[in-house]
């Protein structure tokens, strides 16, 4: 095992700018000059709404519409599938991140999530419509949705006057949901990031999709990490997050007991792996509840 790889490993507990700092042989300047091997590690991230996007972020989601047997087509600012009265744009791999990561809508509503919005809740807002197409409006509990934020520490999540401002135990995410402010209508809101990377939704209309604000209320409250290599986290996230090193497949690192299931350290990269995101085997448009 090479010293910086040793000096990983070596790590009492999850990666952290102060632990970077103090390892010897690691440098905080970060992975430019580590070796390929250790850059490819795989890591769990925690809290995952605040994990970096990967390069090819839409593909789950995409993986999750096509196996629905939405069609999908080509434009210009990425791929657009359609069922029924639904559209959804996932964008363009686009590395200045300027273009959405996913824009939906139908009838009296639309949706918006931004360019740095991690993979893993682009999978679950997928998922959220093909159910929408699919079983209509009425099967979301979104009281359930919202006690997941309570209990998950988030302050603030409960209805007040009709509305829900609610802010991240780590106050690196709030979310706003109730009625618009302009036109009284369903909306919500959510801001999330840190170190200058920051991504955004916005869900508007009379007729939005409870299923897919339940879904986002989800992603939010998931205790479960998102599966990231090293070199796809910033030395500047540190601070903010709880990145723990995970086996790799060359055996580069080191199981921890903290890693998540064989299972998921065989998955690719950016698969989703919150807590209630993958399609059933049975239905591959539906989410288990």
Same mark, same amino acid.
């Given at each position: 095992?090479?010293?910086?790889?040793?000096?990983?490993?070596? @790590?009492? !507990?999850?990666?952290?700018?102060?632990?970077?700092?103090?390892?010897?042989?690691?440098?905080?300047?970060?992975?430019?000059?580590?070796?390929?091997?250790?850059?490819?590690?795989?890591?769990? $991230?925690?809290? #995952?709404?605040?994990?970096?996007?990967?390069?090819?972020?839409?593909?789950? #989601?995409?993986?999750?519409?096509?196996?629905? !047997?939405?069609?999908?087509?080509?434009?210009?600012?990425?791929?657009?599938?359609?069922?029924?009265?639904?559209?959804?744009?996932?964008?363009?791999?686009?590395?200045? &991140?300027?273009?959405?990561?996913?824009?939906? !809508?139908?009838?009296?509503?639309?949706?918006?999530?931004?360019?740095?919005?991690?993979?893993?809740?682009?999978?679950?807002?997928?998922?959220?419509?093909?159910?929408?197409?699919?079983? =209509?409006?009425?099967?979301?509990?979104?009281? %359930? %949705?919202?006690? =997941?934020?309570?209990?998950?520490?988030?302050?603030?999540?409960?209805? &007040?006057?009709?509305? $829900?401002?609610?802010?991240?135990?780590?106050?690196?995410?709030?979310?706003?949901?109730?009625?618009?402010?302009?036109?009284?209508?369903?909306?919500? *809101?959510?801001?999330? /990031?840190?170190?200058?990377?920051?991504?955004?939704?916005?869900?508007? /209309?009379?007729?939005?999709?409870?299923?897919?604000?339940?879904? @986002?209320?989800?992603?939010?409250?998931?205790?479960?990490?998102?599966?990231?290599?090293?070199?796809?986290?910033?030395? =500047?996230?540190?601070?903010? @997050?709880?990145?723990?090193?995970?086996?790799?497949?060359?055996?580069?690192?080191?199981?921890?007991?903290?890693?998540?299931?064989?299972?998921?350290? %065989?998955?690719?990269?950016?698969?989703?792996?919150?807590?209630?995101?993958?399609?059933? #085997?049975?239905?591959?448009?539906?989410?288990? *509840?």
């Amino acid at each position: 095992m090479d010293p910086l790889s040793a000096a990983l490993a070596s @790590l009492p !507990g999850p990666l952290t700018r102060a632990a970077v700092e103090a390892a010897p042989g690691l440098d905080p300047g970060l992975l430019a000059g580590v070796p390929a091997a250790l850059a490819d590690t795989f890591v769990a $991230v925690r809290p #995952a709404y605040l994990a970096p996007p990967t390069a090819r972020s839409a593909v789950p #989601a995409a993986r999750i519409l096509r196996a629905a !047997g939405w069609t999908p087509s080509r434009v210009a600012d990425g791929t657009e599938f359609r069922h029924r009265s639904t559209v959804v744009l996932l964008g363009a791999p686009d590395t200045a &991140r300027t273009v959405d990561a996913l824009v939906a !809508g139908g009838p009296s509503w639309q949706a918006r999530l931004s360019s740095r919005t991690p993979d893993e809740v682009l999978a679950h807002a997928a998922a959220a419509l093909v159910e929408y197409a699919e079983e =209509g409006p009425g099967t979301a509990d979104l009281g %359930a %949705a919202l006690a =997941g934020l309570a209990e998950a520490g988030w302050d603030g999540a409960r209805r &007040r006057d009709a509305a $829900v401002l609610a802010t991240a135990p780590d106050g690196l995410a709030e979310l706003r949901w109730g009625p618009d402010q302009d036109t009284g209508e369903a909306s919500l *809101r959510i801001l999330a /990031g840190a170190g200058g990377d920051y991504w955004d939704a916005e869900l508007g /209309g009379a007729a939005c999709p409870d299923l897919l604000v339940e879904s @986002l209320l989800a992603s939010l409250a998931s205790p479960a990490p998102a599966r990231r290599r090293l070199r796809e986290v910033p030395v =500047g996230l540190y601070d903010h @997050l709880d990145v723990t090193p995970e086996a790799t497949r060359a055996g580069a690192a080191v199981r921890t007991s903290t890693g998540p299931p064989a299972a998921a350290s %065989a998955a690719p990269p950016g698969t989703p792996i919150l807590s209630s995101p993958a399609p059933a #085997a049975n239905h591959p448009a539906r989410r288990p *509840r």
